[in-house]
């Protein structure tokens, strides 16, 4: 233990959001240098922790050091090699998100990719972290080994990747195929139904281990804790080794006496589902690229679509696996996915592997233009996964699932390349079927979903499009600010009528607008030029186009139902498929 190093982080002052650390290196090197992770792994955008870090100082044996800054995240201590070494340093933390720091009087959390110092050169060594100053009644939940009295990981990768929660918080227990599981819940309202969550929660993780056929990759920790912050408005989740940071809306959580499902909660219930597929698919099957991790740095792989897309595809089937939804209304959320990749332009422009490279860039910050040069890796990597699994089980024995656990046990469990997932599904299809995954991954083509799911006995057809839908607006919309647009889609009306993002619309052929599906209201019979009023940079300008007629709307949204009439063999297909 003498030879760890080791962080004492400090509940500073809660009212200004500090965080102070003290940091113990046992045996530096001369000149030590120290650096804090420009990104947490999981989220592909350099978020700049260090600009939150100040007032570092040094010490050894009683001596102050010098401190040089090297860059934006790194330091030099101007330090021999032959005595302890000790750091003090201030963090600020306000960012209530799965991935950064937050504490205020009510709560605490952090990842240590916000508060810990990566000790150059003593990476492999054994880390070890306390608490100090924990206000009176605050519990602490982590799934880092040990107790209050402190917390050891192996490695600093090991140490980055267990956050902390603190506060007054509701927690539960339940035991999935004989692992036990936790969930830690802070801000819920009193009618927070704890025990369902716990049930429901069970029901995901039972199926899951059982579809990886019982392997349970939370080696050296005591259980899986799921922690999740329940706020006015947000969703959203970032995977650890063995647990998972979430957060949602405190409305979607599940209430007493409220037994059905609403959409919120379902919608919670998909993201617990998600983050916990992604501890066989991200955390140990990984991209070859993240292997050893760079913290300094962006770590590019063009393999998202197969880790975050995959796993977005399996996280609602799971939820018909274990019996949460059944197959009409997994096949309504299935819809919404199909309708929001094929609704935006970029799809055309960006394959699903570019995507992958280009999230540190991109996908973590859209503009208004992303709809029409970007497509996302979690939306069409998983219909990707969908066609990739209705090819595999139309030609055969085979299915999705069995490449997923044909890779586990190709790659031991660990880094993944793409040659790794063609060679697996050319085992267990064919080699046509690998040509197709790669011609989806790399190309822009649509994908051939119409076809597969009605050789599953499902039925496609264009749903009705709203007003926004059929100009190829995306707007945000209030009684009180009125319509806002947010997003010109190429290739639509409204672009080659001149709407540009900002853009506020006030009115149509004469009439006040407060909601743009009141546009066509104001046409008289026979008439179909719409008129429109907006103001722009503080100038009031008119608009003119015409009123698209169906056939010239770029993409309606997809309705996906049971066929009534299919032939055994597809009733077959579609049962091994969906249960139904």
């Known amino acids: 233990m003498q030879h760890d190093i080791s962080y004492q982080i400090e509940i ?26 420009t990104w947490i792994p999981g989220s592909y955008l350099l978020r700049e922790f260090a600009r ?56 605490g959390f952090f990842n240590n990719t916000s508060l810990c110092l990566r000790v150059h050169g003593a990476e492999q060594q054994p880390h070890r972290l306390s608490l100090a100053g924990l206000p009176e009644g605050w519990q602490v939940a982590t799934a880092m080994p040990g107790a209050d009295a402190g917390w050891v990981a192996a490695n600093y990768d090991e140490l980055v990747d267990h956050p902390f929660e603190l506060g007054r918080f509701w927690q539960g227990e339940f035991t999935a195929a004989g692992v036990r599981h ?7 309202l009193p009618v927070f139904d704890g025990p369902r969550l716990l049930a429901d929660a069970a029901r995901i993780c039972t199926a899951q ?57 379902l919608r919670l219930l998909g993201l617990i589902s998600h983050e916990y597929f992604h501890s066989w698919n ?54 919404i996915t199909v309708s929001g990749v094929l609704a935006t332009p970029g799809r055309q422009v960006q394959s699903v592997a570019e995507a992958s490279f280009d999230a540190w860039v991109k996908y973590y910050r859209p503009d208004e233009n992303s709809p029409n040069s970007t497509i996302s890796y979690y939306g069409k990597g998983a219909l990707v996964a ?11 024995a085979h299915t999705l699932d069995d490449v997923m656990r044909g890779l586990w046990q190709r790659c031991a469990g660990g880094p993944v390349s793409e040659a790794d997932i063609l060679a697996v599904v050319t085992e267990l299809g064919d080699a046509t079927i690998a040509q197709a995954l790669s011609a989806w991954v790399h190309g822009t083509d649509d994908l051939p979903l119409p076809a597969l799911l009605e050789a599953a006995g499902v039925a496609w057809r264009a749903d009705k499009p709203n007003v926004a839908q059929r100009l190829g607006l995306r707007v945000a919309e209030s009684a009180l600010t009125g319509v806002h647009v947010k997003q010109v889609l190429a290739g639509s009306a409204a672009q080659a009528a001149g709407f540009c993002a900002a853009d506020e619309v006030i009115g149509c052929n004469d009439w006040r607008l ?28 008119e608009l003119v186009l015409e009123w698209p007629p169906k056939d010239a709307v770029g993409q309606a949204p997809v309705l996906l139902n049971l066929a009534d009439l299919v032939t055994q063999p597809v009733r077959d297909l579609r049962q091994a498929w969906l249960g139904a």
């Not at 936790?182 to 819920?188: E, F, P, Q």
């Not at 066609?387 to 030609?395: N, Q, V």
């Open 514 to 541: 407060r909601r743009l599906d009141d546009a066509p209201l104001s046409l008289a019979a026979g008439k179909s030029v719409l008129r429109f009023v907006v103001s722009r940079d503080q100038r009031l300008l």
């Open 52 to 107: 939150q870090l100040s007032r570092l100082t040094a010490q050894q044996g009683g001596v102050d050091v010098r401190v040089d800054q090297l860059d934006k995240a790194t330091w030099q201590l101007d330090c021999t090699d032959d005595a302890p070494l000790l750091l003090r340093y201030r963090v600020h933390a306000f960012d209530n998100s799965v991935r950064n720091a937050f504490l205020d009087a009510q709560r």
């Open 282 to 335: 991200v955390k140990r099957l990984k991209p070859v690229e993240f292997a050893a991790l760079d913290y300094t740095r962006e770590n590019y792989t063009e393999l998202l679509w197969f880790f975050e897309g995959f796993t977005s595809y399996f996280d609602e089937l799971m939820l018909l696996r274990a019996g949460l939804i059944d197959a009409p209304r997994y096949l309504k959320q299935l819809a």
């Open 209 to 265: 281990i059982a579809f990886w056929g019982g392997v349970v990759p939370f080696d050296r920790f005591e259980r899986y804790t799921f922690f999740l912050n329940a706020v006015d408005d947000g969703y959203g989740g970032l995977e650890h080794r063995a647990s998972t940071a979430l957060i949602a809306a405190r409305r979607d959580l599940p209430r007493v006496g409220q037994p059905e499902i609403s959409d919120g909660y």
């Open 386 to 396: 969908l066609a990739l699994d209705l090819r595999l089980r139309a030609s055969g």
């Open 182 to 188: 936790r969930i830690v819940v802070s801000g819920a």
């Open 12 to 37: 500073g002052d809660v009212h200004a959001h500090t965080f102070s650390v003290t940091l113990t290196v046992p045996r530096p090197r001369a000149q030590q240098v120290v650096s804090l992770p």
